[in-house]
């Protein structure tokens, strides 16, 4: 391999055949004689455009046809063509400088074109170089030339990231990797399921119950996760109620009324709030905004005055934290739209409590088509207030656009499978973390079940990894009706 050109940080290197190269592969340009080493990956690969290639192209035959007839090549020239024909152009982006055995950031210097000498860098090597297998590790797969890619939980702590690709293409495969690699680690996870296929995260495929068996907490909304008014304090509800609800201004004034009312009298409870409403002496079209909204609670049957069938999410949060770490699993597939905003919005409303008192330390979110049933506010939340409380949020979509642009630009760790669409290849190249040609040129080409890692997670050194088989109970699929016809599992 040779170097033809560099441009900015992109260099451009010649190759031969018989010196094959990925996409996404690394190369390592040494010049021994500055004594220090550029370090570049393969972003796109194409044929060496010699001037009158198409000419030579057009008159010699094709090698494959029979030749009949006399040589007519005594000086065998036509090996060289042959060779210069199929000459290939790599495009490729510098990463860094490797000195001393240290990468550092300098990517302003030119290697010599005569001199230094162009080779593959092993993923192994570069892994180790960056520093990449250190740490609290989540085995994420293998790389195109067999290195086993980990990545640091420490890495995914205090940070926002987004997992993105088309449909079918194993983003929450991905997601349950990371979320039980977090759960080993002793991390405290809080999952929005929309379709419901967390729920039996804590089973291998043929049903038997995993060592996290006892770590996943699923909590169906009406059915086996239902609280009280005692727990839904006053900051809670108004959030449900101008959120999830939209309770205008005026009858949110005096529904704050009626509640201190009710908490000072200690009957906090459905049925009192139900009275309360109905007796209050305001407008009547503040009332029958109260009634409305305290309709869609009650039909919820997400609320209960029955104590003993109530979940207390913060004694639930203490015990996953103090037995080491588990996973709580907000099932939300038989939950309706309006419905799911409520529980949402008092989950959220209640972590947040919980984590400005310190009661738990940090917790992970999972949120899965966020755009379902997430109020515009929260994604500026998400990458300012709620960071700072310790909830650090993972955003899980195959409709890149349903993501806040701010979120792209604050993500510190992207998750890319395959998308073709220019339109979303665009948005997900706006990220911060992103060199946009690398994301376009090789997210394009990713097959099914791999995953271009960029971010803190792979210290900047966009890799791609094949993601690993995980042996645990897949819900979610897609239904089909021709199943047999298709050949599907
Ligand atoms: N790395 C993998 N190894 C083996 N099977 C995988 C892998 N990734 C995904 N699968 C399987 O492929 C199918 C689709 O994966 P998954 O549900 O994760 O895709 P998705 O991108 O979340 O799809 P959707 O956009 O529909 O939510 C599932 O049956 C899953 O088990
Ligand atoms: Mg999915």
Redesign the pocket.
């Known amino acids: 391999m040779r170097i033809f050109k560099k441009v900015g940080n992109t260099l451009h290197v010649l190759s031969f055949p018989g010196e094959e190269v990925e996409k996404g592969g690394y190369l390592i340009v040494e010049d021994k004689k500055l004594g220090k080493s550029m370090i570049a990956q393969v972003i796109d690969i194409q044929f060496a455009n010699v001037p009158g290639m198409m000419e030579e192209l057009l008159r010699s035959p094709n090698t494959d046809e029979v030749a009949q007839g006399e040589d007519s090549d005594p000086l065998d020239i036509m090996s060289h063509i042959l060779y210069i024909q199929d000459a290939r152009l790599l495009i490729c982006k510098i990463y860094g400088t490797l000195v001393d055995g240290k990468i550092c950031p300098d990517n302003n210097w030119l290697p010599s074109r005569t001199h230094s000498s162009v080779k593959k860098l092993p993923t192994e090597t570069l892994l180790n170089l960056a520093g990449i297998t250190k740490g609290l590790l989540i085995d994420l797969?293998v790389t195109h030339d067999k290195a086993p890619l980990s990545i640091d939980a420490c890495e995914m702590d205090g940070r926002l990231n987004i997992i993105t690709?088309k449909?079918?293409?194993?983003?929450?495969?991905?997601s349950k990797l990371l979320v039980l690699g977090l759960v080993q680690h002793g991390a405290t996870v809080v999952i929005l399921d929309i379709?419901g296929?967390y729920t039996n995260l804590g089973l291998t495929e043929d049903g038997t119950k995993t060592e996290n068996f006892e770590k996943i907490h699923v909590l169906s909304p009406g059915e086996n996760f239902k609280v009280t008014l005692y727990q839904t304090n006053l900051y809670v509800i108004m959030r449900i109620l101008t959120y999830a609800l939209n309770l205008p201004g005026t009858s949110a004034r005096e529904f704050r009324h009626i509640w201190r009312a009710l908490e000072e009298s200690g009957t906090v409870t459905l049925h009192e709030l139900g009275g309360a409403i109905n007796r209050s002496k305001c407008n009547q079209h503040v009332r029958d905004a109260m009634y409305s909204r305290y309709y869609a609670m009650v039909h919820s049957g997400f609320f209960t005055d029955n104590m003993a069938e109530a979940v207390d999410l913060e004694a639930l949060l203490k015990k996953i934290e103090n037995n080491g770490g588990g996973a709580i699993v907000i099932n939300l597939s038989n939950t309706s739209p309006t419905d799911r905003q409520i529980v949402v919005e008092f989950v959220l409303a209640k972590l947040q409590e919980i984590l400005s008192q310190w009661k738990i330390k940090a917790a992970f979110l999972f949120a899965e088509e966020a755009h379902l049933y997430l109020r515009e506010t929260y994604w500026d939340d998400a990458v300012t207030r709620m960071r700072h409380y310790g909830l650090f949020t993972t955003f899980v979509t195959?409709q890149p656009n349903t993501i806040n642009e701010n979120i792209y630009r604050q993500a510190d760790n992207i998750f890319l499978?395959n998308f073709v669409n220019e339109h979303d290849l665009e948005i997900v190249s706006r990220a911060a973390r992103v060199d946009a040609e690398t994301a376009v040129s090789i997210v394009r080409d990713l097959p099914?079940?791999h995953c271009l890692v960029l971010g803190k997670v792979v210290k900047d050194f966009p890799i791609i990894v094949?993601?690993?088989?995980?042996n645990i109970q897949?819900l979610?699929?897609?239904r089909y009706f021709f199943k047999e016809r298709k050949n599907v599992d």
């Open positions: 797969g690709g449909k079918g293409t194993g983003k929450s495969h991905l379709n296929e195959n499978l099914p079940h094949k993601i690993k088989p995980l897949t979610g699929k897609t």
